[in-house]
């Protein structure tokens, strides 16, 4: 089946500008993650969403960033505002949900360049 | 806190020959899951292997085979007969079992050039 899919793949930005990054999970996953990977670096988690709440947001750099996922579906994460340091590749992932400790599957992330 | 920490940055070796990427974690629970997973030049994390802490038994598949230690909290990757497909960045990871959520915690990365 198909694989977690990000829109769009590259943005480039201005400084001070709003974006929105959008993921699609895979069909059926309820649990949904974003990280942030700057160069060089691993993956940061960000959030997490178990169906349309955020079970977790302690990730969230501050209050610029903020993510929803209305119908437990698609998720869209958004900034605000956008500074230079926000530059990086943003990855969603996603799992079953079924609880515990699941294998997340990563789409091919977004990569935010602000100027 | 928990941490991951893979000390190679990158290595380079020639096809054909073995390698083995480290991979040092730390953390407090005693329930807890190790990952690695590769990334390509395309970007995409790919899932290659998923542990939990009460399983030390090691693990192979097909040229892939990892060792994991408690004792030294270690989750070692090693790759037999290396080919030039497995150039990539590869990422270990840690998470908690349970409670509410299932962030991973990556190390750095270890970047491998398979040379031809």
């Known amino acids: 089946g198909a694989g977690v899919s990000q829109t769009p793949s590259n943005k480039v930005t201005e400084k001070g500008k709003y974006v929105e990054l959008r993921c699609d999970p895979i069909?059926?996953?309820?649990?949904l993650y974003w990280y942030r990977q700057s160069l060089g670096q691993g993956p940061e988690f960000l959030i997490y969403?178990?169906?349309?709440?955020?079970?977790?947001d302690s990730g969230l750099p501050n209050d610029r960033f903020f993510a929803v996922r209305p119908e437990g579906s698609v998720s869209t994460l958004k900034i605000q505002r956008t500074e230079r340091g926000d530059s990086a590749v943003y990855l969603c992932?996603?799992?079953?949900?079924?609880?515990?400790?699941?294998?997340?599957?990563f789409g091919p992330g977004t990569r935010l360049l602000v100027l | 806190a928990q941490k991951v920490t893979q000390a190679q940055t990158e290595i380079s070796v020639v096809e054909k020959e073995d390698v083995t990427l480290d991979c040092v974690y730390e953390?407090?629970?005693?329930?807890?899951?190790l990952f690695w997973y590769k990334q390509p030049p395309s970007g995409e994390l790919v899932f290659l292997i998923r542990?939990?802490?009460?399983?030390?038994q090691n693990e192979i598949s097909g040229r892939y085979s990892w060792n994991f230690q408690k004792s030294t909290s270690s989750f070692n990757f090693t790759i037999t007969a290396s080919q030039v497909v497995d150039s990539a960045v590869y990422f270990c990871?840690?998470?908690?079992?349970?409670?509410?959520?299932?962030?991973?915690?990556f190390g750095t990365g270890t970047l491998l050039a398979v040379q031809p």
């Open positions: 542990r939990n802490s009460f399983d030390e």
């Open positions: 990871a840690l998470s908690a079992y349970g409670g509410a959520t299932n962030k991973l915690i």
């Open positions: 992932a996603s799992s079953l949900g079924m609880g515990g400790t699941e294998t997340q599957y």
């Open positions: 969403f178990q169906g349309t709440g955020a079970a977790d």
């Open positions: 069909s059926g996953h309820t649990a």
């Open positions: 953390t407090r629970d005693t329930t807890y899951y």
